[in-house]
């Protein structure tokens, strides 16, 4: 076949470790073959962000609200261990949490599912969505390691009349944090929320803990609520399904208890938690897939788990690991097809579709990484990461030849 063309560049932000390597594995092996790809590069590789002061991560941000699809590969955010293992100029913050300032919107985290891999909680039939609003909150927090007695204090200064709590009356050593969100952004992820659930049809769910957070969390319940009488339900009750507020540890238990089949929408560290654990109980965080919608119109695809990097190390010492790469994968397909769909390139969004496919079906086929083999219900081979993305390749290849 032809390769097909594109018109409009993806934003490429290439990452870390062991999802680095597999990155140009999925481009070399799955996507050049087919598509004559055409990206805007940004290294967010840890050395790069140190070397330009991270000055890269916020150009990577700035080229994506100009061109309206990034595809993102994983990323390491430092730590002290990191901080001297690549001898940083300084802990450099999350690149997430500065791309998402700058985009602002939410990120909607929801599992590949494949026959043969149920789920560890028996009542889950059908995918839960987490809808993590992706601005703020612990993640541009400021904090404060308290070294002597003292008073912490919460202080707004600005053109109306100062205002100013007291945090803690410190008598020893201790810490103290802020954080912060506004209503403009809040607003947006509410809307995102119930115009995901709308398009996809499924109830939506919104937990806080608003009883102990009477302001910072009850703004949140408030905003959301305020917004659903206003613009959306009417058109929820037309459409058959529900929004649903309750306190996030009553929701945890009604997650558990629940077949599935909804969207639930939290708070950022909430999000970042929770997206975690129901990867894991649908089988593998290396099987969900990462969007952040933004109100600006922009999109940003990526793979909802991080760097690998115990098979990274191993990678070195020359061992071919077996790494996941379906997440990564789907994070490719999933920005090729909002990109044919935004350029009216219907060749494109079929060969996302079709990768899909080929990922999908060579697990069902029995054909997987290790992660995968004690959650296969049947008979399975582990291959290594080479391996697995061969046998897509292959499946790949006969789905376009059985088109043609």
Same mark, same amino acid.
């Given at each position: ?40 590069? /940004? ?13 890269? !991560? ?92 003292? !008073? ?29 969100? !506004? ?12 115009? /995901? ?186 291959? !290594? ?20």
């Amino acid at each position: 076949m032809n390769k097909i063309n594109m018109i409009t560049p993806l934003v490429e932000m290439d990452g870390d470790e062991m999802t680095r390597i597999l990155w140009q594995i999925i481009k070399d092996k799955l996507i050049l073959p087919y598509v004559n790809l055409k990206t805007e590069y /940004y290294d967010l590789g840890l050395k790069m962000r140190d070397k330009t002061d991270d000055q890269i !991560t916020i150009d990577s941000a700035n080229a994506t609200l100009e061109y309206g699809v990034a595809v993102k590969c994983a990323t390491i955010t430092p730590n002290e261990q990191r901080l001297n293992e690549y001898n940083l100029k300084k802990m450099w913050k999350s690149p997430n949490a500065t791309i998402r300032a700058i985009l602002d919107g939410t990120v909607f985290r929801a599992p590949i599912m494949v026959k043969g891999i149920k789920p560890n909680v028996n009542t889950w039939q059908q995918p839960i969505v987490i809808a993590r609003h992706a601005y703020g909150d612990v993640y541009k927090g400021v904090e404060i390691k308290v070294e002597n007695p003292g !008073t912490a204090k919460l202080v707004i200064s600005g053109k109306d009349k100062n205002k100013e709590e007291v945090i803690f009356e410190f008598t020893s050593s201790g810490i103290v944090q802020a954080t912060y969100n !506004t209503d403009e952004s809040i607003a947006s992820f509410a809307h995102s929320c119930f115009k /995901y659930a709308l398009s996809e049809k499924q109830d939506l769910w919104f937990s806080t803990k608003d009883t102990i957070s009477k302001k910072y969390d009850h703004n949140f319940k408030d905003i959301f609520q305020d917004i659903y009488d206003k613009f959306y339900k009417n058109s929820f009750e037309s459409a058959g399904i529900e929004y649903f507020y309750t306190l996030i540890d009553d929701a945890v238990a009604r997650v558990i208890r629940s077949k599935g089949g909804f969207i639930w929408a939290l708070k950022n560290y909430d999000g970042d938690v929770m997206s975690d654990m129901v990867a894991t109980a649908f089988g593998s965080l290396a099987m969900m897939t990462s969007i952040l919608v933004s109100p600006k119109g922009v999109f940003e695809y990526e793979a909802a788990h991080g760097t690998v990097t115990r098979h990274y190390y191993r990678h070195l010492e020359g061992e071919e690991t077996s790494t996941n790469p379906v997440a990564t994968i789907f994070a490719w397909t999933g920005a090729l097809k909002k990109r044919g769909e935004l350029d009216n390139i219907p060749e494109l969004i079929s060969f996302a579709q079709k990768l899909e496919k080929a990922s999908i079906d060579t697990i069902e086929q029995g054909f997987m990484t290790k992660d995968l083999i004690p959650l296969f219900e049947g008979e399975a081979t582990a291959l !290594t990461s080479n391996q697995f993305i061969d046998k897509i390749a292959q499946n790949l290849n006969n789905l376009i030849e059985q088109k043609n």
